[in-house]
């Protein structure tokens, strides 16, 4: 790629014998410290992680005290990390939230849509079309207007010194590392502000959230309620059973993840205290390979066992059908071995040689 970015191979699309598609892309694993487990492609591309950032926004939505205030359930604030595909058990729970807060969708700043199920696209029209309430983003609109209701900051949430935005990037900052209020800005599909955030921090970030790691007591503790929810109700936040929940049940809740748009992925390892960020280059709008480039990285470092790693990748990643059905295609995880992530101008030789006190050797038994 330009601007000094490096890629490396993830992916490969085959329609039958021909490889038809090739994505690249970068990966990060680092732990609560931000020390880079495992490295491909250049880590410090600063690009935007879109709705993947949304459990760190729902963090603000428990922690102000606007979750408890709207007795808010468990469900609601899964909504609020939620990039939902509009099913009904989902615009249910919108309206209801909405109902608790005394407002009608056009409170809300994200635009009309439709929903993503064939059946629910119809019946959406048959009564009127696209609303707000439809929007993949709605449950994260619905946290920020309540946030700014509680701190009585004026229900113009988008702006970017609102209180509920400062507060989202104070959170941020911790979880991050970095100062989030200094971050390059550009503007979300929904109409909010998508802040740049390098890969590497991302996945500190991830990390941090796994272990529920943060100063107060009070910001532990809505960690853990956002990160309980997701675990407790994972086909809230896309679609009933999507892959996003069935890895998130697969993984018994120890892997929390949230996808974002233009091929992004975040994860948490909670056991192993290890964040994951995973970016497709091209922006991967088919919505393939990020998913089961986290499975195989997940057995990379041990996450599950690498028989079951691979056999998420093909869970997750369905094969290719036409469009009566029938198989055509699949895609292949390629993910190409971690580079060494301590500097050195020794030679490869010297890398996968045992060198007492290095910690190299373990390095690549792990990426095996």
């Not at 007795?71 to 309206?95: K, M, N, R, W, Y």
């Not at 998130?248 to 205290?273: F, H, P, S």
């Amino acid at each position: 790629m330009s601007n000094g970015v490096e890629v490396v191979e993830l992916a490969r699309v085959w329609r039958g014998p021909i490889m038809e598609s090739v994505h690249h892309g970068v990966i990060a694993v680092a732990d609560t410290g931000g020390t880079l487990r495992h490295s491909w492609g250049s880590t410090g591309w600063v690009t935007t992680p879109r709705s993947a950032l949304k459990p760190f926004q729902a963090i603000a939505l428990v922690e102000s005290g606007a979750a408890d205030a709207l007795g808010l359930t468990d469900e609601h604030i899964a909504l609020a990390c939620a990039s939902h595909h509009a099913e009904p058990f989902q615009v249910a729970l919108v309206g209801d939230w909405l109902g608790r807060l005394g407002l009608t969708e056009e409170a809300l700043i994200c635009g009309p849509a439709v929903p993503r199920g064939a059946a629910d696209i119809a019946e959406a029209y048959a009564h009127g079309g696209p609303r707000r309430i439809f929007n993949n983003c709605s449950g994260k609109h619905c946290g920020f207007l309540s946030v700014a209701k509680h701190l009585g900051g004026g229900l113009d949430y988008g702006r970017a010194d609102h209180p509920a935005q400062r507060l989202y990037r104070d959170i941020l900052s911790e979880f991050t590392g970095l100062d989030a209020h200094t971050l390059p800005v550009g503007v979300d599909g929904c109409g909010l502000p998508a802040l740049g955030v390098p890969i590497s921090a991302m996945a500190r970030a991830a990390a941090r959230l796994g272990v529920g790691q943060a100063a107060s007591e009070r910001r532990r503790a809505a960690v853990r309620r956002v990160v309980g929810a997701m675990a407790a109700y994972p086909d809230h936040l896309a679609g009933k059973d999507s892959p996003t929940a069935r890895m998130i049940r697969y993984t018994d809740g120890n892997v929390i993840l949230k996808g974002g748009a233009e091929g992004y992925m975040l994860a948490c390892v909670r056991d192993r205290a290890l964040g994951i960020a995973i970016k497709v280059a091209d922006g991967d709008s088919s919505g393939r390979a990020k998913m089961g480039v986290l499975a195989r990285i997940l057995g990379r470092v041990h996450a599950l066992p690498t028989e079951e790693a691979e056999l998420l990748i093909a869970a997750v990643e369905p094969a290719l059908t036409d469009s009566n059905g029938r198989e055509i295609g699949r895609v292949e995880v390629v993910v190409q071995r971690p580079q060494p992530t301590r500097p050195t101008k020794a030679s490869l030789g010297f890398w996968m040689s045992e060198v007492p006190g290095s910690g190299v050797l373990e390095l690549f038994e792990d990426a095996r």
